[in-house]
């Protein structure tokens, strides 16, 4: 009997043996049991949610987290910032939306997802654990994909953290978790698990002016030698400044009124800053600003307040042929007084507005926040108060008090 026999002989009797108990029998090893599932996060029947039920007054209510369906995301929040939306609807509520869980520059984990969900709005492949933000919802054209990132702005969609209320609730982004709804919806999300918190939390604000700076390039005066002013140091102004520095324009003036704003400014990328507070009127600011440049005019400039009077004056520091993109007013601020022949005409300024973002804009920011941090700016200082979601009324506060620049709501 040769081996190969041999071995047939003993597995045969191995085989038996299993099947009859024979104890005399070599016992056969287990089989592997199967590799257990991965699970995520234990996730609780309810959650928390800061609900803004009155002007200049949250309430942090318990609301039952709804069952996951076969296209929708439960989303745990991580962090969340406080936009400028944000303070106008805490203070005057001009959408109508009290009662309304606000917050739309937040992130979070990924912590149960419907069967449906393999990838972002981009085509990247997300799973329980990934990090997120969401964009705008085409409730009335859900079919904008991946495919279509351009086509509008995020003037003609809604966002999470300004829907009504309805019987989900969990619809904005200052909550313990966010429940982003699915298929026809019209909900877009992308996976920033490379970025950090901090990085993830200025998503949002970020995107506005990478679009302002897309429109601003439209003019074809926006060049990498370009002598640039930026009006405005709050988080939007020093943004921009920074989304310059990092497209490598070199000769950027900074002005604001507040010294402290102007100072980061410098770290973020301004080479000049003019404090309006140390002029008396138009024509001695516009000689501060001459004087930053060598005594040159701006070639481009970016008004980035919410003031007309601020929009007035802007025109003023820009030369012959040069450009201006105004983006500063978000909501109705007032009508500005300019002079149509002086301002525009006779200077032959080439204008254009910004408002907000398209899909393409996101997808472009992310690359920013890196590309911003490879050169060494400091862009998450632009965080400066964080709070919890309970002392979210305080939060609100300290922002309408300015009392830093980007305040964020953190959670454990």
Avoid at 57 to 79: A, N, R, S, T, W
Avoid at 95 to 100: D, Q, S
Avoid at 178 to 198: P, Q
Wanted: charged share 20%.
């Amino acid at each position: 009997m040769d081996m190969n026999q041999v071995n047939i002989e003993e597995i045969v009797k191995q085989v038996l043996a299993g099947m009859t108990g024979n104890a005399d029998a070599p016992a056969a090893k287990p089989a592997a049991a199967p590799a257990a599932p991965v699970a995520g996060p234990a996730i609780p029947k309810t959650a928390k949610v800061a609900v803004l039920t009155a002007l200049e007054h949250y309430d942090i209510k318990e609301f039952p987290i709804p069952p996951l369906g076969d296209d929708d995301l439960l989303v745990k929040v991580e962090g969340c910032g406080i936009c400028g939306t944000d303070a106008h609807e805490f203070k005057r509520d001009p959408f109508g939306l009290i009662p309304v869980a606000l917050g739309h520059e937040g992130t979070g984990e990924i912590v149960a997802m419907g069967k449906n969900v393999k990838v972002d709005t981009a085509g990247k492949p997300v799973k329980v654990g990934d990090k997120i933000v969401t964009c705008m919802i085409f409730k009335d054209n859900p079919d904008i994909t991946m495919f279509d990132l351009n086509k509008k702005n995020v003037g003609g969609a809604d966002v999470y953290g300004l829907l009504p209320d309805d019987d989900i609730h969990l619809n904005g982004w200052f909550s313990d978790y966010i429940f982003i709804r699915g298929g026809s919806f019209g909900s877009t999300f992308f996976n920033v698990s490379d970025l950090d918190l901090e990085s993830r939390i200025l998503i949002e604000p970020c995107a506005v002016l990478i679009h302002a700076v897309e429109r601003a390039k439209t003019t074809g005066i926006l060049r990498f030698n370009s002598r640039v002013v930026v009006q405005g140091c709050g988080p939007i102004g020093l943004i921009c400044i920074a989304i310059l520095k990092t497209m490598g324009i070199a000769n950027i003036t900074a002005v604001d009124g507040e010294q402290k704003r102007l100072d980061f400014a410098k770290e973020l990328g301004a080479t000049a800053t003019v404090n309006f507070k140390d002029f008396k009127g138009i024509e001695a600011l516009t000689g501060g600003v001459k004087d930053s440049f060598g005594g040159y005019l701006a070639d481009f400039a970016f008004q980035c307040t919410g003031s007309p009077v601020a929009h007035a004056n802007i025109y003023k520091f820009i030369r012959n042929g040069g450009g201006l993109c105004e983006l500063g007013f978000f909501i109705n601020g007032g009508d500005a007084t300019i002079n149509p022949h002086f301002d525009i005409c006779s200077k032959e300024i080439t204008t254009v507005g910004s408002w907000v973002y398209t899909l393409r804009d996101y997808a472009t920011t992310f690359d920013f926040l890196k590309s911003a941090k490879r050169i060494g700016l400091p862009i998450n200082k632009l965080i400066t108060h964080k709070f919890p979601l309970e002392e979210i009324n305080e939060a609100h506060k300290t922002n309408l008090a300015m009392a830093g620049l980007k305040i964020a709501i953190i959670n454990k």
